[in-house]
């Protein structure tokens, strides 16, 4: 069942379109409102985004197809995405993948059919002093190992809290994708700890007592 | 040389990313000082600084700047590129959710030199949390009068909108990003017009890297001195390395440009204990790769174009003994394939046949002739294509041809994971799996 586009979603996709000079620019994010409302990018959340934009559904299916995010299948609960990229992959990504992929007996753009995860091989994360790195419904999961990709799997099951290690604590992938279309989820503070990663070159350069020329402002 | 912390150097307080943490450390004085001066002295201090883009291209900033023609009766935009996603590349993302501040400062900063009144920060879809940060950021600047109309007494006035990409790499490129933004497919436009004349909406437009932008609040603060006093004499100041791979400790290092990448390594603890040094990349998997003879080159623009590489994104990925280079390199073209936007056809149908080429060797069935035939098709996607994915599609396989020939025509015969079994590069231990 695919739920209908309703009147309020209609207004949101209009103030989303107000924020641009022109109002075009907010097809992504009214695209990812749409993905939050329906799990996916259906014919009649094209129509709707064609509506608000005075625009053609073809012309809107032609940028919806673009872009890897945008599903045109039923997103699970759970967006789960493996980074295969050459340094993931081969950190132990690769791995990863199998272990997934054979645990909840799904491959690529897959849904399982309790339709709890959607699996994805993703490209790079940006993540790679992390590596390798995982993500659900887009947050980070560094440092990953196959044990606890089982241990994650099972918590995501049994509906126990799972906290990013660099962001909000999971809810569901229509949640980060109401955060793409520009809605503020409050979660901001979420997520405190900085990743040792992130720290490393700001430790050595203390423990050195090494320090950029005097100024300020930082 | 030596590390440099700046922009991280308020990393490790208490919520380093709120807007109280970052002004109680001497956040937003850039931009008090710089409203105080005219339009174009910002521009000459950044003109003068010698700041360059760190996005990969290595424009100089203050000079990108300087292209947008004034009193026009157009509207000027600001449109900051933070859709990091070149494979290797892991700066702007950690910089923007431990200090976003600084970026929304800058975005401020340079808005009122190129006489903006309305910027746009591009961020990839898949970071829900930096969008989180950088939204909150621009939230708690406006709530403390630093956005919004008239700010600061003055009559200049500022609006930034964070907006959230949905998974393309090519919408990197500085007029895919444009076109993206304006609710288009993200394909690369022809230049010229370059951005600065006919840019988003056809109008003057700067396109800035997330990290070129945060870097400005500090240099109008201090000076175009202070910041020429890091780094050389054609790459001044101060950069996010980011190191990855088979190191130590893999991390962000923030130094002076102009710090050879042996003693960054040494930073990050050298190279995974009881393993040696393979080949490295200096700036991403668009530029080329260089092995252990190439170590003490000084991180800097010009010292790794003489190297024939480049420094792109300064975030080197480390690899050692236990990598096949047929692997890496044939993950990337899949990348490459899989990115390419499909407008140039030596880009979308060169990059298919690469991939079906060098799944051959990943297999250890590759035909000798084969590597003429990659080497060809590189050649023939090099320069033919609008935008610089092309090139970058072109770039891995030559480059490792040059140092691992042997290691290609070994996979002629023999599949790379029995030469090299894949659980010996895993960060974490692994039974053996065959």
Known sequence: MIAPITETDFKQLDQLAKKYPERRSALLPMLHYVQSVQGQISPAGISACANVLDLTPAEVAAVATFYTMFKRFPLGKHHIGVCTNSLCAILGGDELWRELSETLGVGHDETTEDRMFTLERIECQAACTMAPVLTVNWEFFDNMTPNKVRELIEKLKSGAPVQSTRGAVITSIADTERVLAGFNDGKSEEGEAIDDAMLAGLQVAKARGMRAPRGEGF | ?434
Not at chain 2, 2 to 31: C, E, H, M, R, V
Not at chain 2, 160 to 178: D, K, M, P, R, S
């Open chain 2, 1 to 434: 040389m030596a590390l440099t912390p700046i922009l991280t150097a308020n990393w490790d307080k208490p919520k380093s990313w709120t807007f109280d943490t970052y002004t109680a450390t001497g956040g937003y004085q850039g931009l008090k000082k710089a409203l105080k001066m005219a339009p174009d002295e910002v521009i000459n201090i950044v003109k003068d600084s010698g700041l360059r883009g760190r996005g990969g291209a290595g424009f100089p900033t203050g000079l990108k700047w300087s292209f947008v023609p004034q009193n026009d009766g157009k509207p000027h935009y600001l449109v900051v590129n933070a859709d990091e996603s070149e494979p290797g590349a892991c700066k702007d993302i950690p910089l923007m959710l431990a200090n976003p501040h600084a970026l929304v400062e800058g975005v401020i900063i340079a808005s009122y030199a190129i006489r903006a009144k309305e910027a746009f920060i591009y961020i990839r879809g898949e970071v829900p949390h930096v969008i989180r940060r950088v939204s909150d950021a621009v939230e708690q600047a406006k709530a403390n009068g630093l956005i919004g109309k008239n700010i600061l007494g003055t009559d200049f006035s500022i609006n930034i909108v964070v907006h959230a990409g949905a998974g393309a790499y090519i919408c990197g490129e500085e007029t895919a990003l444009l076109d993206s933004l304006e609710g288009r497919r993200g394909q690369p436009r022809l230049k010229p017009p370059f951005p600065a004349v006919a840019g988003l909406y056809a109008s003057p437009t700067v396109i800035n890297n997330a990290e070129t932008i945060a870097a400005v609040p500090v240099i109008v603060l201090n000076g175009a001195d202070w910041h020429k006093s890091m780094g050389t004499e054609k790459s001044p100041g101060f950069k996010l390395f980011a190191l990855s791979g088979h190191v130590e400790r893999p991390g962000i290092y923030e130094a002076a440009l102009g710090t050879p990448f042996s003693e960054l390594l040494e930073y990050a603890g050298g190279v995974r204990k009881g393993h040696k040094l393979k080949f490295w990349i200096p700036g991403g998997s668009s530029v080329p790769m260089l092995t252990p003879e190439h170590v003490d080159i000084p991180m800097t623009y010009e010292d790794l174009q003489a190297a024939g590489t480049m420094l792109g994104t300064g975030t080197p990925m480390i690899f050692d003994e236990t990598v096949s280079v047929v692997r890496a390199v044939s993950r990337w073209i899949e990348f490459y394939k899989h990115e390419s936007c499909g407008k140039c056809t030596p880009c979308r149908e060169g990059t298919g046949w690469m991939v079906g080429l060098l799944e051959k060797f990943e297999h250890g069935e590759g035909k000798h002739a084969d590597l003429d035939l990659l080497h060809d098709i590189s050649a023939q996607i090099a320069g033919r294509s609008f935008c610089a994915l092309g090139d970058a599609a072109a770039t891995p396989f030559p480059a490792a041809m040059k140092y691992f020939k042997d290691e290609f025509e070994q996979a002629e015969t023999i599949a790379p994971h029995t030469v090299f079994p894949f659980e010996k590069s895993h960060k974490f231990e692994t039974a053996s799996v065959s």
